[in-house]
């Protein structure tokens, strides 16, 4: 059991990296896709222009063909893009690439549904308070929708943590990993059990302070 | 036939009617097929309460949107005291400038929920690019002027209806607008609540020299602050006048209809 626990270190360290990685970049890039669906969508922004109606058609189709990819396909698939980015197709690194283009439409199509989910009443208030549309969207609509923000980036984390443990078959190493190398293929039950323990405890962890962040923002309220 | 349809070339402008606040100018508004407004014209004289009454559907908010430039009409115009343009056709920061002029109330508050009473009046100063102290100083003004002097800190959702509308007046008033339009600001209050939000708007009339334009469907409301009222029936002004005079001599079916029902409240 001391070994099983000894070997966790490394694939955690490999997990969580992947994991704080490619939420980051999934967050900013996103978070402006789903900034920017909005915003074309939404009368009160660039919705009334035709042009924007036929960028948003655009930019559905375009998310919703990425989201129809089973992950270890776009994982192959992305490979190219990941040796264009981090020089290389192979290890932690690189697998946080397919993490990455796996988040960005998820949570660009949370960010657009919680800010489309604003009363448009408060965007009509802001309206008439003489506010450009980039203060509504920033220090209104955002801090609005920041609740259902937060409970979408936990939503996005724990999936990537999901996603994470496919990543030794571009030898990323991490928590997944080291259940099917260790626990399936060498019979090692001890590991196996070790490794997904760790990941339910993850699980957990993340949902428990995204509830508990998302609570104390709406308990001020 | 209103008279900016006649010399639709010639720029009509509230300025060369001196004593008009807001003026509306053959404003036709439609969703799809159904006309809500047709060719409605309304001259609001300066530091006057007036009414817009009528029943559900009868078009009164999407004028009072239209008036507040949170809409745009299909035809007509619409003029401000003090710009010379027809301010609905108005562009980037002349809009936003145009939009400092006149404040907008709602039936439903549409507070900010992530501010507090104090940072949600604050939000049209610092949009106005106010300096923090001098916002901070307005704020603290403004919230002594509806009278919720040390709500300043109170989260927005833990305020009762009346104090949320005070918030909204308050918010409403920052950017030292002439013109505040209400739309059914008091619908969604009780009838002590109501008159006592009345009574504060008839008191910043009084202060500040506003004029005051109130869209409602409660008699109650034109009868206590209104000085003069507008009926409106299927997208069009039906009747006009002063209250006192339309309460003794009404003349159209929907006013004495609105008559009829105030008896009972």
């Known amino acids: 059991m001391n070994e099983a626990l000894s070997l966790l270190a490394k694939p955690l360290g490999e997990t969580l990296l992947m994991i704080a990685a490619s939420t980051l970049i999934a967050g900013i890039l996103g978070g402006l896709v789903g900034i920017l669906l909005f915003a074309l969508s939404n009368d009160r922004f660039a919705g009334k222009h035709r042009g924007a109606r036929f960028a948003k058609r655009l930019a559905d189709r375009a998310i919703n063909m990425l989201r129809s990819f089973p992950y270890i396909i776009l994982m192959v698939l992305v490979l190219p893009l990941s040796r264009l980015i981090v020089g290389t197709s192979l290890g932690t690194l690189a697998a946080i690439v397919p993490l990455s283009v796996a988040a960005i439409p998820f949570l660009a199509r949370i960010v657009e549904s919680a800010l489309s989910e604003v009363d448009s009443g408060v965007i009509d208030a802001a309206i008439s308070c003489a506010a450009s549309k980039t203060r509504i969207l920033f220090a209104i609509l955002i801090p609005e929708a920041l609740p259902s923000l937060v409970s979408g980036l936990t939503l996005t984390m724990i999936s990537l943590l999901g996603y994470s443990a496919m990543a030794g078959v571009i030898g990323g190493g991490g928590l997944g990993d080291l259940a099917i190398r260790y626990g399936y293929q060498r019979f090692r039950g001890d590991v196996m059990a070790v490794a997904v323990v760790t990941i339910i405890i993850l699980v957990e962890l993340i949902q428990f302070s995204g509830t508990t962040i998302a609570r104390s923002i709406r308990a001020k309220r | 036939?209103?008279?900016?349809?006649?010399?639709?070339?010639?720029?009509?402008?509230?300025?060369?009617?001196?004593?008009?606040?807001?003026?509306?100018?053959?404003?036709?508004?439609?969703?799809?097929?159904?006309?809500?407004?047709?060719?409605?014209?309304?001259?609001?004289?300066?530091?006057?309460?007036?009414?817009?009454?009528?029943?559900?559907?009868?078009?009164?908010?999407?004028?009072?949107?239209?008036?507040?430039?949170?809409?745009?009409?299909?035809?007509?115009?619409?003029?401000?005291?003090?710009?010379?343009?027809?301010?609905?056709?108005?562009?980037?920061?002349?809009?936003?400038?145009?939009?400092?002029?006149?404040?907008?109330?709602?039936?439903?508050?549409?507070?900010?929920?992530?501010?507090?009473?104090?940072?949600?009046?604050?939000?049209?100063?610092?949009?106005?690019?106010?300096?923090?102290?001098?916002?901070?100083?307005?704020?603290?003004?403004?919230?002594?002027?509806?009278?919720?002097?040390?709500?300043?800190?109170?989260?927005?959702?833990?305020?009762?209806?009346?104090?949320?509308?005070?918030?909204?007046?308050?918010?409403?008033?920052?950017?030292?607008?002439?013109?505040?339009?209400?739309?059914?600001?008091?619908?969604?209050?009780?009838?002590?609540?109501?008159?006592?939000?009345?009574?504060?708007?008839?008191?910043?009339?009084?202060?500040?020299?506003?004029?005051?334009?109130?869209?409602?469907?409660?008699?109650?409301?034109?009868?206590?602050?209104?000085?003069?009222?507008?009926?409106?029936?299927?997208?069009?002004?039906?009747?006009?006048?002063?209250?006192?005079?339309?309460?003794?001599?009404?003349?159209?079916?929907a006013a004495k209809a609105f008559l009829k029902e105030g008896q009972h409240e």
């Open chain 2, 1 to 253: 036939m209103p008279s900016g349809a006649i010399f639709q070339d010639i720029p009509v402008s509230a300025s060369i009617f001196p004593r008009t606040a807001l003026r509306l100018d053959a404003i036709s508004k439609a969703f799809g097929s159904h006309t809500v407004l047709d060719e409605i014209s309304l001259d609001v004289p300066k530091g006057q309460i007036h009414g817009i009454i009528g029943k559900s559907g009868a078009g009164k908010t999407t004028l009072i949107r239209i008036a507040g430039l949170l809409d745009k009409p299909d035809r007509g115009s619409v003029f401000f005291e003090g710009i010379d343009a027809p301010v609905h056709e108005l562009r980037g920061q002349e809009l936003l400038e145009a939009r400092r002029k006149v404040g907008f109330v709602f039936q439903s508050f549409n507070l900010f929920a992530s501010r507090t009473a104090g940072e949600n009046i604050a939000f049209p100063l610092e949009a106005a690019g106010w300096p923090s102290a001098k916002i901070h100083a307005r704020v603290q003004e403004l919230l002594d002027l509806v009278g919720l002097a040390d709500k300043a800190d109170r989260p927005s959702s833990r305020l009762s209806g009346g104090e949320k509308q005070r918030v909204a007046i308050a918010r409403a008033l920052a950017n030292h607008p002439s013109i505040l339009l209400s739309d059914e600001a008091t619908s969604a209050l009780d009838p002590e609540t109501t008159r006592s939000v009345l009574d504060l708007i008839r008191n910043l009339r009084d202060m500040l020299g506003l004029t005051v334009v109130m869209v409602t469907h409660q008699m109650e409301v034109v009868r206590r602050i209104c000085d003069s009222v507008s009926v409106i029936a299927s997208g069009s002004i039906v009747e006009e006048g002063l209250v006192s005079e339309i309460f003794a001599h009404p003349r159209s079916a």
